[in-house]
């Protein structure tokens, strides 16, 4: 099994004014023909998307490619979804509109897909936590912690994957640890890498995958795609852009 996880900035391109005259806007059909090759080229059984577009969009990328869908809605603007070889059981949302706040607890997007995996299920949690206000990821990783706890009772294989927008440090991290996830980058990938260094972008390592501890022992291989066409060290000239300002993140089980 092989899956992922990519922030796709809307599927703009990265940056904008470069990619736009070559792929077209979010929802044209050039631009879902071009994200459609791009996925394609990643070969996941399981693709966890943040930073998305419409539904609509999204199911024409899925219908082209073959794949099941869960989309998971946002309390603001940057849906999520997840793409799937396997057929989906079920699907739930963790991201709510909170009429009392401005910014609500997983204002990006949060929610879950059950699997069909042969004769066993599997959780795919995709998540996208707040990019800057550390008290919020808390809260988030709270309701995360929570929210395992209640999908255990379903199945015991659960994948946590997306856009943490924290390093591993932060208590979201802790809380996967403490109930005894891995994180895949760390255990076989030879450790943790940037998912965001292309050319004009400040280098972080915010995009993770972990797993059970039931799955675990089937961890195979792990790695940030760095090929061409999703980064590139520069100079930023006319002509030149990426896919996304992330890297997809990459594990095999």
């Known amino acids: 099994m092989r899956i992922g996880t990519y922030n796709v900035l809307g599927l ?13 806007k979010p929802g044209e059909d050039s631009n879902t023909a071009h994200f459609v090759r791009v996925f394609s080229e990643l070969n996941c059984d399981v693709l966890a ?9 999204a199911q024409h990328i899925a219908l082209q490619m073959g794949y099941y869908l869960a989309s998971i809605p946002s309390p603001i603007n940057w849906p ?31 929610g879950a ?20 206000n550390v008290d919020l990821r808390r809260q988030e990783a709270n309701l995360l912690k929570n ?15 997306g856009d943490f927008n924290s390093e591993v440090d932060e208590c979201v991290h802790k809380y996967l640890v403490d109930m005894q ?15 965001m260094d292309t050319v004009g972008i400040e280098t972080h390592c915010i995009d993770h995958i972990y797993v059970s501890q039931s799955l675990a022992p089937q961890l195979h291989t792990a790695k940030v795609i760095r ?9 930023q000239e006319k002509g030149v852009w990426v896919h996304s300002d992330h890297l997809p993140v990459i594990a095999e089980l």
């Open 12 to 24: 703009t391109g990265y940056p904008y004014e470069e990619s736009s005259s070559e792929i077209g």
């Open 113 to 132: 897909a059950l699997l069909s995996v042969g004769d066993n299920t599997l959780w795919a949690v995709n998540v996208h936590l707040h990019p800057s």
């Open 147 to 161: 929210y395992i706890k209640q999908l255990k009772h379903t199945s015991e294989d659960i994948v946590v994957l």
């Open 49 to 57: 998307l943040q930073e998305g577009v419409s539904i609509r969009t």
């Open 181 to 195: 996830f891995v994180n895949a980058m760390e255990t076989v990938g030879g450790g943790i890498q940037a998912t």
């Open 80 to 110: 999520g979804h997840i793409l799937s070889k396997y057929s989906i059981l079920e699907s739930r949302v963790f991201s709510h509109l909170d009429p009392k706040q401005e910014t609500p607890p997983f204002s990006r997007t949060s």
């Open 227 to 235: 090929h061409p066409g999703f980064r590139h060290d520069g100079p």
